[in-house]
């Protein structure tokens, strides 16, 4: 019975687990939504004060990269509306778009934009898979090079490239007060941007990473830390529902802004005897079958709290019609079957309540002392 427990509760954890990750890949799909809306909002305002000449950059030149940029957010904005952001694939195509956006910003833009090549790698680490991480580094530095090759053509010149220089700006002030100031053109400059611009850029994109590496591994040891923490501080360790710490944090905040609440408590009935005839064991086999067949029927609204050492009780948020009463005969129903397949008898006592969230504490009195008084009537039909 307890190795059947405990396969139960493993198979509940496993398909929580695969809830928690299929939602932290729409949480994580949705922040590169975010990121776009910022990009573009920031792009537009940018571009306003182009426009008005608060910043000296050529009004022709940011229109056209704002206007690429644009028309690149069209497919975010169709996966946004018609696609499960759950998909495998979405954050791939996001975060190429993100990278693609990047370059044509920093294409058009240059070294007024350089920064923008960190964002993708920004937005990539919040992702679980380490491989999510490094392919936006890829795709990162394939596009850059491309953007700096399209830039250095179409965007606004930078003169150390075009002229193959790496002089400060004594020297240019130097050199023209002298009036010896000459320039002649580099006459390689594919090569010049490849290797003086793009490697570098590529050697810091890539340090940037592994330092974005490492925050996210030692961010998620935390996290699993403080979780493993969490949880032995909210959970009975005997039978994996809410222990009565959690259970009084709860009522004392928490479901005091519920707006109804229902309270069921269960009691093992006969503990004592099982425990004298059976053995302490045989008591455990007990309470780990009920707590099994509440933790089954627990939800996020529903949730379980073993608030004594054969007691149970169950708090469910705005309960529905009828649902107090389903609860109560799918527990018994349940109770009933194990019931029959086991050696010792086995039998509850049950009480139930409901009312507003800000009386949860009468709720939980009444409950209780249903149970108590359903607990006395079987005593002494026993008898």
């Keep these: ?44 305002l940018l571009w306003m004060l182009t426009l008005v000449r608060i910043f000296i950059v050529d009004s022709r030149i940011f229109t056209m990269a704002a206007g690429v940029s644009a028309v690149m957010g069209i497919p975010v904005l169709y996966i946004y509306k018609k696609v499960d952001l759950s998909k495998h694939w979405v954050k791939y195509v996001f975060l190429t778009l993100i990278c693609m956006i990047s370059a044509v910003i920093a294409a058009f833009l240059s070294f007024h934009a350089v920064l923008i090549y960190v964002l993708p790698l920004l937005l990539a680490v ?18 850059m090079t491309l953007s700096m090759l399209a830039g250095f053509y179409h965007g606004i010149c930078d ?23 000459q320039f002649s053109l580099e006459p390689d400059p594919v090569f010049t941007i490849l290797f003086y611009g793009a490697l570098p850029r590529a ?61 069921i408590f269960w009691d093992v009935n006969n503990l004592k005897y099982v425990n004298d005839q059976y053995g302490h064991a045989a008591g455990d ?24 050492g054969d007691e149970f009780v169950m708090l ?23 019931n029959s397949q086991g050696e010792m008898p086995f039998s509850s006592a049950v009480g139930w309540a409901e009312g507003c969230g800000v009386d949860v504490r009468k709720i939980i009195n009444e409950a209780d002392a249903k149970m108590y008084e359903n607990k006395t009537r079987g005593k002494e039909c026993r008898k």
């Design 316 to 338: 469910i948020e705005n309960p529905v019609e009828t649902e107090i009463e389903s609860m109560v005969e799918s527990v018994s129903a349940a109770l009933q079957e194990k």
């Design 1 to 44: 019975m307890i190795e059947e427990h405990r396969d139960v509760m493993m198979e509940n954890y496993q398909e929580k687990y695969k809830k928690e990750l299929h939602q932290q890949e729409i949480n994580s799909n949705i922040h590169t939504l975010k990121g776009f809306f910022w990009i573009f909002v920031t792009i537009l």
């Design 285 to 308: 086999v007990l309470i780990q079958t009920l707590s099994s067949v509440l933790y089954e029927l627990s939800t996020d609204r529903r949730k379980v709290y073993r608030v004594g």
């Design 203 to 263: 050697v810091i994109l890539l340090a940037f990473t592994f330092v974005l590496r490492y925050i996210s591994i030692t961010s998620h040891e935390d996290a699993q830390r403080i979780a493993d923490l969490t949880y032995r501080k909210e959970t009975d360790l005997g039978t994996h529902v809410y222990n009565k710490n959690k259970y009084e944090e709860m009522i004392a905040d928490y479901y005091l802004g519920v707006d109804r609440l229902a309270a």
């Design 159 to 181: 003169l150390n490239l075009l002229l193959g220089s790496n002089h400060t700006r004594d020297w240019y002030m130097e050199q023209w007060g002298a009036g010896t100031l």
């Design 126 to 143: 919040q992702y679980r898979e380490r491989m999510t991480l490094w392919v936006t580094y890829v795709v990162n530095d394939v596009t």
